[in-house]
């Protein structure tokens, strides 16, 4: 079935015995046995959930994966994950990734013997002469967070066979809807779903989804062992997330490309990096791994002097941490979500004190840019007279 079946269908026909459109929400978290030696399949909500499967098996789907999971938040999944790798592994990650994932590598894996090296991915002999015979993954964020630099998927999933390498991707940015990384040859894809997939910035979830039976009961193991599993109300939100999740995409997707052209021409704005725009180095490896560029633009100004005032003045976009919900939010990474990542290696990735990140809502275009003009222009004004 196409996406956008998957989608809408999220959640429907799961319950035979009352045909509900809309997939109840189980609370239960223990389930009675038939007789002795008997099961309904479900035992303890820890362990499986019916709300939750529904969530689980439609993730699968999307990702065209065998199996899904669905975690309390993007690090708990994300932390399932490193839990696969034992004292003495090395692994490699992109340089400029989420600064969550870099604080529990750097500050709860290194102290126990996890070893990891970051590398600008987007460059693949960078990758390959940094493998070392004690690596055993490399994970990879492409678009990265926040200069959208480009990974290639398939090339890397290459040199992981080769190098006997688990590939895993954080596809938050892009969603099943624009980039299916198991199909490129990713082994794990993790997606923050408190993001685009939930989409309402209302419920804080992690996704895992897999193509491989064996790779699948290890990190069942995993979820049904440490228990940071989903809540049964908040899978069903997710549910109710996902029916939408194609036209969403679409939209933040449209207007994230004027946006990006127009703030390109604007005269207080210095750089813009967006994978759409023709001058993005990355923009034909996206394109052949991508269906389309996804709603995160980030763009640096001409004076750091000129952040807080226009931040101020903003009206319509908030400036909030997150990202991926049908409002528009912008975040100043520097001192937010890349705060935990030393200051020269922020610099080096591009996360100067000058940068923006904006996520893209599904509100009129024209509102975006007259709001954004609007608090620029007054940032400068102010900056200049002051
Ligand atoms: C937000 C985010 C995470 C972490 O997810 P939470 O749901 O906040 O725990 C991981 N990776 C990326 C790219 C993110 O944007």
């Known amino acids: 079935m196409q996406i956008e079946t998957i989608c809408s269908q999220a959640g429907n026909r799961k319950d035979p015995s009352t045909g509900a459109i809309s997939i109840p929400i189980h609370h239960s978290t223990t389930y009675g046995h038939p007789g002795f030696g008997q099961s309904t399949g479900f035992d303890y909500t820890r362990s499986l959930n019916p709300t939750r ?21 993007g690090m708990a999944a994300i932390d399932a994950v490193t839990r696969l790798f034992r004292p003495g592994d090395h692994v490699l990650l992109s340089d400029d ?121 290890k990190l069942y193991f995993i979820q049904n062992s440490v228990g940071a599993v989903l809540g049964p109300q908040d899978a069903w939100l997710l549910l109710r997330g996902i029916k939408t999740l194609h036209l969403r995409m679409e939209r933040h997707e449209e207007n994230a490309r004027k946006l990006a052209s127009w703030l390109v021409q604007h005269p207080l704005v210095s750089r813009v990096y967006y994978p759409g725009l023709q001058e993005h180095p990355g923009r034909s490896i996206h394109e052949q791994q991508s269906r389309g560029y996804g ?36 975040t100043y990474p520097a001192r937010q979500t890349h705060c935990d990542i030393p200051e020269d290696m922020r610099n080096r990735c591009g996360v ?32 200049t007279v002051g």
């Open 352 to 383: 100067t004190d000058r940068l923006l990140r904006l996520s893209v809502g599904i509100e009129s275009a024209d509102d975006l840019m007259t709001d954004i003009h609007a608090a620029l222009t007054s940032a400068r004004q102010e900056v």
């Open 295 to 330: 709603g995160m633009i980030s763009f640096e100004v001409h004076s750091a002097d000129w952040i807080a005032p226009f931040l101020e003045h903003l009206r319509v976009i908030t400036f909030a941490e997150s990202l991926g919900g049908v409002e528009s939010l912008i």
């Open 97 to 217: 990734l989420y600064g969550g994932t870099y604080r529990l590598f750097e500050q709860l894996l290194r102290p126990v013997g996890v070893d990891a090296t970051y590398v600008d991915t987007s460059n693949l002999s960078a990758v390959e002469s940094n493998v070392r015979p004690t690596t055993v993954a490399l994970f990879v964020e492409t678009p990265s967070n926040p200069t959208l630099k480009v990974t290639n998927i398939q090339a890397c999933a290459h040199l992981a066979r080769a190098k006997n390498l688990l590939l895993i991707v954080d596809n938050t940015f892009m969603t099943p809807y624009h980039q299916r990384p198991l199909d490129l040859g990713a082994d794990i894809v993790v997606e923050s779903a408190t993001k685009y997939l939930c989409g309402h910035n209302d419920v804080l979830a992690g996704t895992l989804v897999v193509r491989d039976a064996a790779l699948a009961d």
């Open 53 to 73: 499967l529904a969530l689980e098996d439609t993730l699968a789907s999307l990702h065209n994966g065998i199996r899904g999971f669905a975690f309390s938040s």
